[in-house]
């Protein structure tokens, strides 16, 4: 069974930086598409924000892209969103998502709040 760990969250001013980890065992992490998502206060639906591809291909969601970069390390079954000058709209619970062809794995998510 895979199992994915957010963390980094916080609170942090508008403009300011912060740098997510999403951990995975029980699985070869090599395999997988990664993704993370952030589900918005008051809002029922995920959005995508960036996905890494087992290739290493990299995808953003137009709000986030110059902002967000999301990067992998295989050796330590590790993805990795780093956010910079970030805006109180970013405030959300972001969560990541492991997929390959038969199954996606979520984690518990990670809050993020972006005071103004």
């Known amino acids: 069974q895979v199992q994915l760990v957010e963390s980094g969250g916080g609170l942090v001013q508008a403009g300011g930086s912060l740098r997510l980890s999403c951990a995975a065992s029980?699985?070869?992490?090599?395999?997988?598409?990664m993704d993370w998502f952030r589900q918005a206060p008051g809002k029922q639906q995920r959005e995508l924000v960036a996905?890494?591809?087992?290739?290493?291909?990299?995808n953003y969601a137009d709000s986030v892209k110059g902002r967000f970069t999301i990067s992998r390390d295989n050796a330590k079954n590790t993805m990795y969103l780093q956010m910079n000058s970030l805006e109180p709209e970013d405030t959300a619970v972001y969560y990541c998502r492991a997929r390959d062809t038969y199954r996606s794995y979520w984690g518990q998510g990670t809050q993020v709040t972006v005071s103004s």
């Open positions: 996905t890494v591809t087992s290739g290493g291909s990299t």
């Open positions: 029980g699985g070869i992490f090599r395999f997988f598409a």
